[in-house]
């Protein structure tokens, strides 16, 4: 019988997902590390025999569903896979950028909670990344933030509702971690952190139990005091970061 604990990872091919499977393995879970890039999840198979690929492109619900059938029963659900694309210009607002966002980042959590959250074992965890920018409003994220405060509010949501079914979920809200995602940003990035931190850090909440992960605390509870602001205070602020 396998004793190994077992995990599902999303967005496993790169970035923060990518150390969170490097770090589940070393410690001895059984890992499957989902993505849509092939070569970079067998590239990862190729360094540990207990991580398997899980080819799937999230926002395709019968890929999703399909999936389910070879997977096993979970001692955690992790979805942390995610996009980030900015609004340029509200005025010429991007529709089509907005659906992907949010089909990426929300939309797809919907599908994965369907079809996988049934193999979650009783005392077993999920946990969602979503992001600090969900804290506040912030300067050309109406997707990605919009997206991510949605990810917080589905996050603490579930954390009541499975309470009966004895499955924790914790949510995760990293600051700015060095990823393909992040290089791209042209602004400077306050308190950039690795990926190698960042997993470690969410590996230590989850086992802990924790409701909420945020890091580097530095960054993320300087955001959080902002957002105690009267908005209209914040849109002073925020309106400067524009210029
Ligand atoms: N980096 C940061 O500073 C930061 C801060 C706050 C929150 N986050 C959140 O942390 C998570 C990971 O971000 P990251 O920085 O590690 O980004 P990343 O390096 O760009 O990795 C994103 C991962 O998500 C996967 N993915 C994206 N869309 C997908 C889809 N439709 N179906 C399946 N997989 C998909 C990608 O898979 P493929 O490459 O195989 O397509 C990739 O593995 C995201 O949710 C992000 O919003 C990141």
């Not at 959590?109 to 049934?118: F, K, M």
């Not at 849109?235 to 970061?241: E, Q, S």
């Amino acid at each position: 019988m396998n004793t190994q604990p077992s995990i599902l990872i999303t967005g496993a091919s790169s970035g923060i997902g990518r150390a969170l499977t490097l770090h589940y393995a070393n410690a001895g879970y059984q890992v499957w590390a989902g993505g849509r890039s092939m070569d970079k999840l067998q590239q990862l198979c190729n360094t540990h025999q207990n991580i398997t690929p899980l080819l799937c492109d999230l926002t395709d619900f019968d890929a999703v569903k399909a999936s389910a059938s070879q997977l096993p029963a979970l001692d955690i659900l992790l979805l942390n896979a995610g996009t980030c694309e900015y609004i340029d210009d509200a005025k010429q607002f991007d529709g089509a950028l907005f659906h992907r966002v949010i089909s990426a980042n929300l939309i797809a959590i919907g599908y994965c909670l369907e079809a996988w959250l049934p193999l979650v074992k009783q005392g077993g965890k999920l946990a969602l990344t979503s992001s600090s920018a969900s804290f506040l409003p912030l300067p050309r994220a109406e997707a990605y933030g919009a997206s991510k405060a949605a990810v917080s509010y589905l996050a603490r949501t579930l954390s009541i509702d499975l309470k009966k079914d004895d499955i924790h979920v914790s949510v995760i809200h990293p600051g700015f971690v060095k990823t393909p995602l992040t290089d791209k940003n042209d602004f400077s990035m306050p308190f950039l952190t690795s990926p190698e931190k960042a997993a470690d850090i969410i590996f230590k909440g989850i086992d802990n139990h924790k409701n909420e992960i945020h890091f580097p605390k530095v960054f993320t509870w300087l955001l959080k005091a902002f957002a105690l602001l009267p908005f209209p205070l914040w849109k002073l602020f925020a309106v400067r970061m524009t210029k």
